[in-house]
C-alpha cells in the first residue's frame, strides 16, 4: 500500500512522526506537511502568494501553506504521478470532535484528497500533548515520538490491516472517516471501535479577550470545552439517529470513534422545508 500523509501541528509534530513509523511497517508513505503549525486553518487554500517545498534530511517535505495546500500540491504537481491507496492525516494533537471538524486543518487536508478522489481518513488524539520529543527532528536520524502517539499510531494501523476501512472509504466518494483515538495508557483500555456521527457541544469561552502591551484591545479565538459533552438538543439534529453513539459520547465511554462525514451534503428533509421558499412571494 502507499500512503500520502499530513498534518495540520507542522511537520515536525510527534503524531506526524509517530504515524509515519507505523505505517511504514505496511506500506511506503510519503510526507508532505506544513512547515510550520497550521491549526484552525480548516481547507483553506494559499492563492495570494507562492508555496515553497523543502525537503528534510528525513525525506519529509515541508511547505510553508496549509495542510490543504500541502495534499493540493502533493496530488497535482510533486506526487502527480503516483497512485495513493489512502491520503491520512494527523495524528492531530487533541480531539477533532463535534462541529471541530469544521475548522480543523487536519479534517480540511483529508477534505482536500476526497475533491480528488483519493479516500482520506482524519485521525486524532483526544488530549494529546502537544509536545516534540527531541528538538532536533530535523536531523538525518529520525527520534522516537511520544508513547501515547505510537499507541494511538499503532491503531490506526490495527484498523486499516484488521478492517476494510480503505475498501469502505473508496465505496463512499466524498466522504472522510474521521478517526479520534482515547488518549489511554495502553491499548488495553481502549474498549473498541465505534461507527459514530458527530456530536455537538457548547465552547466554553469562545473569544478571549485581552490588552495588549501598547494598549490596545486584542482578540484569542478559542473552541475549547470545559467539559466535553454532547449538547444535540440544543443543536437541533432533527435529521439525526439518536441510537447512533456521537463522537464525543464514544470517546467518553473509551472507544474509539470512526465517523463518516460527507461533503456537499444538502439532506433531503432540508430541500423539502426548503422548497416552500421557491413559492413564497415577496412582501415588499
Known amino acids: 500500500m502507499r500512503f500520502l500523509i499530513s498534518n495540520d501541528d507542522g511537520v515536525h509534530a ?8 507505523a505505517l511504514s511497517t505496511i506500506g511506503e508513505v510519503i510526507v508532505v506537511a506544513p512547515h510550520a503549525e497550521q491549526s484552525g486553518t480548516g481547507s483553506a487554500l494559499t492563492i495570494t502568494h507562492p508555496l515553497h517545498t523543502h525537503t528534510l534530511p528525513s525525506g519529509f517535505v515541508a511547505v510553508n501553506g496549509s495542510p490543504a495546500d500541502c495534499i493540493y500540491l502533493a496530488l497535482n504537481e510533486l506526487y502527480a504521478d503516483f497512485s495513493f491507496d489512502c491520503v491520512i492525516t494527523g495524528i492531530n494533537s487533541g480531539a477533532n470532535l463535534g462541529q471541530d471538524v469544521l475548522y480543523s486543518g ?7 484528497a476526497q475533491l480528488f478522489g483519493v ?11 502537544h509536545t516534540i520529543q527531541s528538538s532536533d527532528l530535523q536531523n538525518s536520524s529520525l527520534q522516537n515520538s ?5 499507541m494511538a499510531a499503532n491503531e490506526i494501523v490495527k484498523l486499516l490491516t484488521q478492517t476494510t476501512i480503505i475498501e469502505t472509504c473508496k465505496s463512499l466518494p466524498y466522504h472522510v472517516l474521521n478517526v479520534n483515538i482515547p488518549n489511554v495508557k495502553n491499548a488495553d483500555e481502549i474498549q473498541g471501535r465505534k461507527i459514530t456521527r458527530l456530536g455537538h457541544s457548547k465552547i466554553a469561552q469562545p473569544v478571549r479577550h485581552m490588552v495588549d502591551p501598547r494598549e490596545r484591545d486584542a482578540y484569542w479565538l478559542s473552541l475549547r470545552k470545559d467539559n466535553v459533552q454532547n449538547d444535540d438538543q440544543a443543536f437541533l439534529c432533527t435529521d439525526f439517529n439518536q441510537n447512533i453513539y456521537t463522537d464525543i459520547q464514544a470517546i467518553a465511554a473509551g472507544y474509539i470513534s470512526v465517523s463518516p462525514v460527507r461533503l456537499h451534503h444538502t439532506p433531503d428533509a432540508a430541500l423539502s422545508r426548503c422548497q416552500a421558499l421557491e413559492s413564497e412571494k415577496s412582501s415588499q
Do not use: H, K
Open 146 to 150: 511520544n508513547p501515547s502517539y505510537e
Open 14 to 21: 510527534p503524531g506526524l512522526l509517530a504515524l509515519y513509523q
Open 106 to 112: 487536519t479534517f480540511g487536508a483529508a477534505l482536500t
Open 119 to 129: 479516500p482520506a481518513i482524519a485521525t486524532s488524539l483526544v488530549d494529546g500533548a
